[in-house]
């Protein structure tokens, strides 16, 4: 296979610009979205913008997977190596951005903030908090950064499954990724299956032992943003031998189906369950299969350029 190390790739340039201006978009939409109000244009406006952008975070992802797999130095030298681009900027932003919040919350109001957030929220005392309680997780203020703790455990998974990437055969990455597919399902499946009659277990909802215990269901472990790097990885590796026609009468239609699947979940679950955000976010998650649909669209459109 030819590396990609050390080269200057066009088409990953053009997809970068690409997933750029998708995530300025999607997070333009947030402030629409989040006046649930479905007989609002703006909020049908965020939306419906809000879910054909989608595609942007697994496009990051992706292109991790082309320029990092695989890797081909020692497991030490990468780390090294990531953690100087990587860890220095995630601690002084999250250091940094409780003390702005603070700043900005006491020049300008809370209601330039935000009319719904509480003021003690704001305080010194949890500004402090915020600042070293980021070891455990984002907050408020950090919100964005949540992209980072996810990159980190990728970058650190990256060295451990090289050795397979390297020596599995096609037939093998296509088992893998046909595993990982349907753990996309999955955030559906579970909406649907009390009306198929399943009750849960002990009030947990989980599917496939899942409960209050354990977390790691039977696809866990194929599951979430790692498919989208192997992924990656195949397609730079098997590039899909298409014609223009071929490669466009596959993505654009499959790219309508994933944004009508998404939009229309999107409204579909605001009017079902009205204000819940963790309920309105699943047409939404990044590893579903409807996001998937319009992510692998989009880069083999750019690819093939």
């Not at 020049?107 to 305080?123: L, R």
Request: hydrophobic share 50%.
């Amino acid at each position: 296979m030819r590396t990609m190390k050390n080269e200057h790739i066009g088409w990953v340039d053009l997809l970068r610009i690409v997933a750029c201006f998708l995530v300025v978009v999607s997070h333009s939409c947030d402030p629409f979205v989040g006046i649930f109000d479905m007989d609002s244009p703006e909020f049908l406006a965020g939306a419906l913008l809000g879910s054909l952008v989608r595609p942007c975070v697994p496009l990051f992802v992706m292109m991790s997977g082309v320029l990092l797999l695989p890797v081909n130095m020692d497991m030490v030298t990468f780390y090294k190596k990531r953690a100087r681009r990587l860890l220095v900027p995630f601690v002084f932003w999250s250091l940094m951005l409780p003390v702005l919040y603070y700043l900005y919350f006491h020049v300008a109001g809370v209601e330039t903030v935000s009319p719904n957030i509480d003021p003690e929220g704001f305080t010194w005392e949890m500004t402090l908090r915020k600042m070293y309680t980021f070891i455990f997780n984002f907050n408020y203020d950090t919100t964005p950064l949540w992209y980072l703790y996810m990159l980190i455990g990728l970058y650190l998974f990256m060295p451990m499954i090289n050795p397979w990437l390297v020596q599995a055969k096609k037939s093998e990455f296509h088992c893998f990724l046909e595993f990982w597919l349907f753990s996309l399902c999955l955030p559906y499946i579970q909406m649907a299956a009390p009306a198929l009659g399943y009750m849960g277990n002990y009030g947990h909802m989980g599917l496939l032992g899942t409960c209050d215990w354990n977390v790691y269901g039977t696809f866990y472990y194929f599951s979430g943003f790692l498919g989208y790097l192997v992924l990656a990885y195949y397609l730079v590796r098997y590039p899909l031998d298409w014609s223009w026609g071929r490669t466009l009468g596959i993505a654009i239609p499959l790219f309508i189906i994933g944004y009508v699947v998404t939009a229309g979940g999107f409204l579909m679950t605001q009017t079902y369950y009205p204000g819940s955000y963790a309920e309105l976010e699943v047409f939404w998650y990044f590893a579903g299969m409807n996001v998937f649909a319009m992510t692998v669209s989009v880069f083999i459109i750019i690819q093939k350029k």
